[in-house]
């Protein structure tokens, strides 16, 4: 048995994302954004079909959002403070995130080799993923313990529904 299954989606509201949530138990999101507008429009549409599947999101994460300059150790923001705090207000997501920008994602994601394992000395990056890690596994976890389920029996021509909610 899986302990999680993490299932990367291109963006938006297509019929992959609205199948996934149809025939598996899927029980949360994690949006991934951009600080651009056009991915803010998108995430949106993303979040909202979510909901309607029933499917709560449960943290958002900005990706690109800043980059700390090698010299002069200022961070700057290239693509403006981006729209994480609009979402979070306007969802009420819990967990938000901010990305940097590195040269490494690029390169280590396209070998197939988590950036954590490889540059363990990066801290602040390792710090970042493994609060990610954590605070996804945690809400997922409360997530998945509030869904309820709905049955029919039809020798009681009723529908059944429990709430294994944990508190």
Excluded: W
């Excluded at 029933?54 to 300059?69: G, L, R, S």
């Excluded at 994480?84 to 306007?90: A, C, D, P, Y």
């Excluded at 363990?120 to 389920?149: G, N, R, W, Y």
């Amino acid at each position: 048995e899986l302990d999680y299954l993490i299932i990367d989606t291109p963006p938006g509201t297509g019929d992959i994302q609205i199948t996934l949530c149809q025939e598996l138990p899927i029980s949360s999101s994690v949006i991934v954004t951009t600080p651009q507008k056009l991915s803010f429009m998108d995430v949106v549409k993303g979040i909202e079909m979510f909901d309607d599947l029933k499917v709560p999101t449960i943290a958002v994460v900005e990706n690109m959002a800043y980059y700390t300059c090698g010299s002069c150790k200022t961070l700057h923001r290239p693509f403006g403070i981006g729209y994480k705090n609009m979402l979070v207000t306007q969802y009420g997501i819990k967990n938000s995130y901010e990305l940097p920008m590195h040269s490494d994602y690029s390169k280590y994601s396209d070998m197939g080799t988590p950036v954590v394992l490889v540059l363990p000395e990066h801290t602040d990056l390792v710090s970042q993923f493994t609060k990610i890690a954590q605070d996804v596994i945690t809400e997922s976890s409360l997530a998945k313990s509030a869904k309820p389920t709905i049955s029919y029996d039809p020798k009681e021509g009723k529908v059944i529904f429990k709430s294994e909610k944990k508190v």
